[in-house]
């Protein structure tokens, strides 16, 4: 009984130290993604070659 107290207590620490590792990480990408939507706006709009270019660049990845 002791035994299954003791797992699950242990499971649940490291279920929580999951979800806040997830967090975190979800913290510093959502600004780097709206960073780098918010720079190939401005290439849309001031250079459509490049891109393009780098458009396609990032599709053959």
């Known amino acids: 009984m002791l035994k299954t107290v ?3 207590g ?3 620490l490291l279920a929580i130290f999951a979800l806040k590792l997830l967090l ?3 913290g510093f990408a959502i600004p780097a ?3 780098g939507f ?3 706006g401005v290439l849309v709009v001031f250079a459509p070659e490049r891109a393009e270019r780098l458009k396609a660049r990032i599709a053959e990845i």
Do not use: G, N, R
Request: charged share 0%; aromatic share 6%; glycine share 0%.
């Open 6 to 8: 003791v797992v699950l």
């Open 10 to 12: 242990v499971l649940a």
């Open 24 to 26: 975190v990480m979800l």
């Open 33 to 35: 993604l709206l960073l």
């Open 38 to 40: 918010l720079i190939y």
